[in-house]
């Protein structure tokens, strides 16, 4: 790979004082005579096209479309009355109302570069709202790849100076093991301590969890006690093989979580910057329970949880899903084996 051994000592030291220099990165105050009208955060768009209703309902009049990773400003966050009853949340942008079952919410974060990463690499999310990666060709060329979205999570295995001397981090695909290059400031490094267990002190046997696909509800338990519920997306109900062979409704029935990986690659596997490909590369914090591949992990292209949306997986917020792979048995561990059998319960039901 053509990582940190490409640097030469001076270049890690151009790299450090970029680190240091991004830390000390401050925006440009805005001028004092133009109002910028105040808003509550960034949203993304996350499918081709999406409405722009004049009110907060899907009955409303289109005002406009908003396309494929465009990113607006929320003005307003609405609960209408008008739903969908499955997800009522609406944001009011310039120009209307946007339903946020397309959307992420998303933020732009500019990170100190390290001037190494430890043997092994280093896990690392993406702080703006999407970037390009790029993959290096033989002849030094870089061929643009994957757009990488916010939020989710790769393993930086390596630090270089770019053709402009821009520092980028290489990540290695952990389905594909090829290495793909990334502007470095559009991703912090995640510490360890970021990723120790939750509630370690509960006997294993009393963590279960509960997921009710009727309501698309997950209940964490510690014996009685419920500790997280939220809202997710289950698998699309359809018992049609799709072309893995594997039906996309997520099976009921009673499991265990068995493995867990901080970044997972899913999709085709095909090496391509279209983005209408069916590839998903670094979903974040999976745990498996079935061993079809159905596992819980976070999500960056939908926030319409409440309904089904998945290929059988488990759709969750990336906050709940690294909850899940903190506090489910077996703990975390970089390289750990599977443990079939041997992990937190989970109860998946349609009742």
């Known amino acids: 790979m053509m990582g940190k051994a490409s640097l030469t000592r001076r270049d890690a030291l151009k ?4 680190g240091l220099g991004t830390v000390a990165w401050r925006p440009l105050l805005p001028r004092t005579d133009v109002a910028p009208p105040p808003f509550l955060g960034l949203v993304r768009v996350t499918i081709d096209r999406v409405p722009v209703h004049r009110e907060p309902a899907l009955r409303s009049p289109v005002e406009d479309y908003l396309g494929r990773d465009q990113v607006v400003r929320v003005l307003e966050k609405v609960v209408s009355p008008e739903g969908p009853s499955y997800n009522p949340r609406w944001y009011r942008v ?9 959307t992420q919410q998303v933020q732009v974060r500019l990170n100190p570069v390290a001037p190494a990463v430890p043997e092994g690499g280093q896990l690392a999310e993406v702080t703006v709202p999407y970037t390009r990666c790029w993959q290096l060709s033989p002849e030094g060329e870089y061929i643009p790849l994957y757009r990488l979205y916010y939020g989710s999570v790769y393993w930086v295995t390596g630090v270089r100076l770019g053709r402009y001397r821009e520092p980028l981090y290489e ?3 952990d389905i594909l093991k090829v290495p793909y290059y990334v502007y470095a400031p559009y991703l912090r490094l995640i510490q360890p301590e970021e990723l120790t267990p939750l509630s370690p002190d509960v006997p294993p046997g009393e963590k279960w969890i509960e ?6 509800t997950f209940r964490a338990y510690e014996g009685r006690k419920v500790v997280l519920e939220t809202k997710i997306s289950s698998g699309i109900p359809s018992d049609q093989p799709t072309d ?5 409704r ?3 029935g009673r499991f265990g979580v068995f493995h867990k990986v901080p970044s997972r690659h899913m999709g085709n596997g095909d090496l391509t910057a279209s983005l209408e490909a069916y590839e998903l590369p670094g979903v974040p914090w999976v745990s498996f329970f079935v061993d079809t591949g159905v596992a819980f992990h976070g999500t960056y292209w939908h926030d319409n949880f409440g309904r089904p949306m998945s290929h059988g997986c488990i759709n969750m917020r990336n906050e709940d899903a690294l909850w899940v792979f903190r506090w489910t048995m077996p703990p975390y561990e970089p390289m750990q084996p599977e443990a079939k059998g041997r992990g937190t319960l989970v109860w998946v039901h349609e009742s």
């Open 15 to 18: 790299l450090a004082l970029l």
């Open 94 to 102: 310039p120009g209307g109302f946007l339903h946020s079952a397309y």
């Open 171 to 173: 990540i290695t695909d």
């Open 211 to 216: 997921v009710n696909l009727r309501t698309q």
């Open 244 to 248: 893995n062979g594997i039906p996309t």
């Open 250 to 252: 997520t099976p009921s």
